[in-house]
């Protein structure tokens, strides 16, 4: 019983969609860290030039008083409830929508090259005496007994 269960667990951990997909979840994660280092690094930066200076990290909603200037760790850290962290939400959404975008456009090459091969063109129809003597030759085979 052991054996069998061995055996069937071995065909399917090591099926090859199995591994493929293991792959992708490996990549998808790493492609995930590199797009957040892209927003974190380099578009919020010029989001934050672009609004003069705001630093969306720090954008928060409390339910008591915070001093003014103070980010939402530090409030946080002073006791106060933190309510609403939207500027993580923001830089989340934003890191969001450039990941959806990347996505779709690999998707939509990898769906023309998949247009492309199938696409390919027919095979040209012989010249119209090879096609005679296929003919003919066929005849033949089923002439002979």
């Known amino acids: ?6 055996k069937d667990f071995k065909e399917f951990a090591f099926k090859g969609n199995l591994v493929d997909m293991a792959v ?11 797009v957040k280092s892209l927003v974190d690094d380099i578009f919020m930066p010029i989001v934050g030039y672009l609004t003069g200076g705001v630093d969306f990290s ?13 980010t939402a760790k ?3 850290e002073a006791g106060e409830v933190v309510l609403l962290t939207y500027g993580n939400f923001i830089t989340a959404f934003i890191s969001f929508l450039i990941l959806a975008f990347v996505l779709f456009l690999v998707i939509k090459k990898f769906m023309e090259a998949l247009r492309k091969e199938e696409e390919a063109p027919a095979p040209e129809a012989p010249a119209a005496d090879i096609a005679l003597l ?10 002979k007994p």
């Open 1 to 6: 019983m052991i054996k069998g269960l061995a």
């Open 24 to 34: 992708g979840i490996i990549i998808g994660g790493a492609f995930g860290t590199v």
């Open 58 to 70: 720090d954008k928060f909603l409390t339910l008591g008083s915070v001093p003014e200037g103070s």
């Open 74 to 76: 530090a409030a946080a």
């Open 134 to 143: 296929t003919e003919i030759r066929d005849l033949l085979k089923q002439s």
